[in-house]
């Protein structure tokens, strides 16, 4: 695991000062280690910094060169599979110098090309420049575990793990004020835009290539989750799966995917939260290694949000070696101010504060964690799942015409529960505009009360299901594309690698996504009961009466912080002065939903991204 960057300039990289400088923003990500190449010609650098994780040694040192020394290659990740791909590679003539996966890499991709990246199994992101043919190749792994953010540039383009690495390079950036209305809408800003004009997020699956010679950009994607969706049977069989055979075949892919992931030459460990995935995850390390795993957990003073005593009796059954921390809002505060740092840009998911936590508290004891991400939007997970599919259906009842007619008036009628249903009238053609109308924090015509202002562009939508997808299909199937990758496993990642650890997600295994993606929504959502699938491979490790309880997923009282003691943030941070310097939000409106907040009417989320923003523009808004 580390951090990578690069810069290709026909004009010249800049000074090695410079570059280094740029190089180390990213040592969180790498503290064991650091490298660089810079050519011949003055006009190629890539930049590294290494966490240490498979081969200790001094041969696991980046940017890594090719046998003649005409090709480099920066690499984040893990590929798990990298033995295997060994063997094959030396059976054609490949020789190794390195027991790395970051040299298989390399190697795969002179021997297979671009379709190299379809024989990985794992979590990437890297780039490899052709000092010969003076072309720049990078990819992002499949499910968009590790980040990828670049620019092109009319003489060059410019490359990096996290975007502080791009903002230390010279040359200024300005916000994208479309990229800042779709922060407003999801709490996260969606790729490919970034919040800054000019720079792109690669989008999961997707590669790009980039020629000094013609100065021409291409990004294709090379795999798609839809391409799963309808079999039916996963393994390619005529008959569907039944039950018993479902379960049996995931948790013989489960098991897969966990030990693949438990290679390490560093101490490694897990999350464990107490809830369904987290669980099954631990449970499959603890069959499949056969000794005593480490977990962590992070639990609250206020009872409603804490799962500690939960993952305490699992990890007493499993018999692991189990560690909590108990967060109040003085480690809140703490990390808050802190979180624009990590992220870079204005990032509005809260529950980054306990993962922060227990990355933190895991630090201290392993390198590598294993963490349950993904369960919820293979498998049904999400309670709005459900209550959206169910208001759906109410809506369509309504005749077309009307929906239309509806749905404007309800755009000049105070915010309230019957306001938003009927403006939600609009969208009910498209199943997806539905979901994300229910699932957006601020909507289109609030965005126009709160930053009169702002362009506000259309959210980039995912990949239209193809075929009779049911409307459950289709809002997993947007999640997986977007907000899986986009919030969660970005939230995951920084977090994690802020604290120097590497979280690996057997759940996400493209093999796993693949068959969870071929399944009918039955297996997933029966009436009431979610996840049904994956239950049911659980009950062959834990009893149900262990894991049998409501969803919490990993949320913080934050209601209660902002109305007590971190009042005083929403206070100072969205007051009229700060407000008006900053020239987005209109603060009278700003200051009506904050009321809102503080009598109960509404939840946190609200101000919540306008503080956030607050504070991420104050420290890098003028980048």
């Avoid at 090309?113 to 420049?129: K, N, Q, T």
């Avoid at 072309?135 to 992002?140: H, I």
């Avoid at 989008?203 to 290539?209: E, I, M, S, V």
């Avoid at 479902?246 to 390490?264: C, G, N």
């Amino acid at each position: 695991m580390c951090g990578i960057a690069g810069i290709v300039d026909l004009h010249g990289v800049p000074e090695r000062g410079v570059l280094e400088r740029a190089r180390d923003t990213l040592t969180h990500r790498g503290p064991d280690d650091a490298g660089m190449f810079v050519n011949d010609r003055r006009d190629a650098a890539l930049l590294f910094r290494r966490l240490s994780i498979i081969d200790l040694t001094p041969a696991g040192h980046q940017p890594l060169a090719n046998a003649d020394g005409s090709r480099w290659i920066v690499f984040n990740g893990e590929v798990y599979n990298f033995e295997a791909l060994r063997q094959e590679l030396e059976k054609a003539g490949h020789r190794f110098r390195s027991r790395t996966d970051t040299e298989v890499v390399l190697h795969a991709f002179e021997e297979w090309g671009e379709s190299c990246l379809l024989r990985f199994v794992g979590m990437f992101a890297f780039a490899i420049w052709d000092d010969r043919a003076r072309t720049l190749f990078a990819a992002r792994d499949r499910i968009g575990i590790k980040p990828f953010y670049y620019q092109h540039l009319s003489s060059g383009i410019r490359f990096a793990s996290e975007l502080k690495a791009l903002v230390a390079l010279p040359g200024a950036l300005r916000v994208d004020e479309s990229a800042l209305s779709h922060y407003l809408a999801r709490g996260y800003v969606c790729p490919p835009r970034t919040i800054y004009a000019g720079v792109e997020s690669l989008l999961p699956a997707h590669y790009l290539r980039w020629s000094a010679t013609s100065g021409a950009l291409r990004v294709e994607r090379y795999w798609d989750p839809l391409d799963a969706y309808g079999h039916g049977a996963p393994d390619g069989r005529d008959k569907p799966l039944d039950m018993e055979e479902a379960v049996q075949e995931l948790d013989e892919l489960l098991r897969s995917a966990v030990k693949l992931r438990l290679r390490s030459d560093v101490p490694l460990g897990a999350f464990l939260s107490g809830g369904l995935d987290s669980t099954l995850v631990v449970s499959l390390m603890a069959a499949v290694a056969g000794t005593s795993i480490k977990t962590f957990t992070v639990g609250f003073a206020e009872t409603a949000f804490d799962e500690s005593p939960a993952a305490r009796q699992i990890a007493a059954h499993l018999g692991t070696e189990h560690r909590d921390l108990v967060a109040t809002e003085r480690d809140a505060l703490d990390i808050i101010p802190r979180l624009v740092d990590y992220y870079d840009e204005p990032f509005a998911d809260s529950s980054a504060i306990p993962t922060c936590l227990v990355s933190s508290l895991a630090r201290q004891h392993v390198t590598v964690a294993l963490s349950g991400d993904g369960g919820d939007e293979l498998f049904g997970g999400y309670q709005h799942y459900r209550t959206i599919c169910d208001r759906l259906g109410y809506a369509r009842t309504v005749p077309s015409v009307a929906r239309g007619l509806l749905s404007h008036v309800a755009s000049a009628l105070p915010d309230s529960r019957s306001q938003t249903a009927l403006a939600s009238l609009g969208s009910a053609s498209v199943s997806e505009d539905f979901f994300d109308y229910f699932t957006s924090i601020w909507r289109p015509d609030e965005l126009g009360r709160i930053a009169p202002g702002l362009n506000s562009a259309p959210q980039p939508g995912a990949s239209r299901v193809n075929g009779a997808a049911t409307d459950l299909d289709i809002f997993m199937l947007s999640d997986l594309q977007r907000y899986l990758p986009h919030d969660i496993l970005t939230k995951v990642d920084r977090a994690s690698m802020a604290a120097s650890l590497e979280a690996r997600v057997p759940l996400l295994d493209h093999r796993v996504v693949e068959f969870a993606v071929g399944l009918p929504d039955t297996m997933k959502i029966q009436g009431d009961a979610q996840k049904v699938l994956l239950r049911r491979v659980l009950a062959r490790y834990v009893p149900a009466a262990l894991t049998d309880r409501p969803k919490s997923g990993f949320a913080v009282p934050l209601n209660d912080w902002l109305r007590g003691p971190l009042k005083w943030m929403l206070d100072e941070y969205l007051s009229g002065g700060r407000l008006r310097r900053a020239g987005v939000f209109d603060p009278h409106a700003v200051r009506r939903v904050v009321d809102r907040f503080l009598r109960g009417e509404i939840g946190h989320a609200r101000p919540w991204t306008l503080l956030v923003y607050q504070l991420w523009s104050e420290k890098y808004g003028s980048a």
